[in-house]
């Protein structure tokens, strides 16, 4: 019988432990800058982004929240950032001749907030689920760290347990 409750708790565990894997879940994505292109590569990218490519840039002008002539980085992030949501949140739309690429890590700063997928402005309802094969963001609520943790404290136990009963079977043998 302790076997059994065993073997069932082991299987259960299992079970929840396979449809946490194969859940959806939910991240916030943004298109940056990458930190090892060139300057130059950066600013022509900017500029395109800015006039051709239709981004939004006012936050990155003088006066914005986003202003920061010295970091071309964060500046170029802006606009690429707010290209990509306008233009499908694809990998073409984040590429910028390979000056930037899709994280999850939120690159806002100060008082400079970085719109995310979450966010996007020409999406529709029915994507609002980003399925990139990124890690979670770092500022996300750690609900799925803690679903994994319910799953994996029982498969745990129940490893442990069985582990103790054959001990405790080979003892009195």
Request: glycine share 6%; aromatic share 8%.
């Amino acid at each position: 019988m302790y076997t059994s409750f065993l073997l069932l708790s082991l299987l259960l565990s299992l079970a929840a432990l396979s449809n946490a894997q194969n859940s959806v879940v939910t991240m916030e994505l943004w298109c940056v800058a990458k930190n090892n292109a060139d300057d130059s590569a950066l600013q022509s990218a900017l500029d395109w982004a800015c006039s051709a490519g239709g981004a939004n840039c006012s936050p990155i002008q003088q006066g914005g929240p986003c202003y920061d002539p010295s970091d071309i980085q964060n500046t170029a992030s802006y606009a690429f950032n707010d290209y990509f949501l306008k233009h499908g949140m694809t990998d073409d739309s984040c590429n910028f001749d390979n000056t930037a690429a899709v994280t999850s890590l939120n690159p806002s700063f100060g008082n400079c907030k970085f719109p995310s997928s979450l966010s996007g402005s020409n999406r529709s309802s029915s994507s609002s689920t980003a399925s990139y094969g990124l890690g979670p963001s770092q500022d996300l609520n750690g609900s799925n760290k803690i679903s994994q943790q319910l799953v994996l404290l029982p498969l745990i136990t129940s490893l442990l347990l069985i582990a103790s009963y054959n001990t405790w079977v080979i003892c009195l043998s």
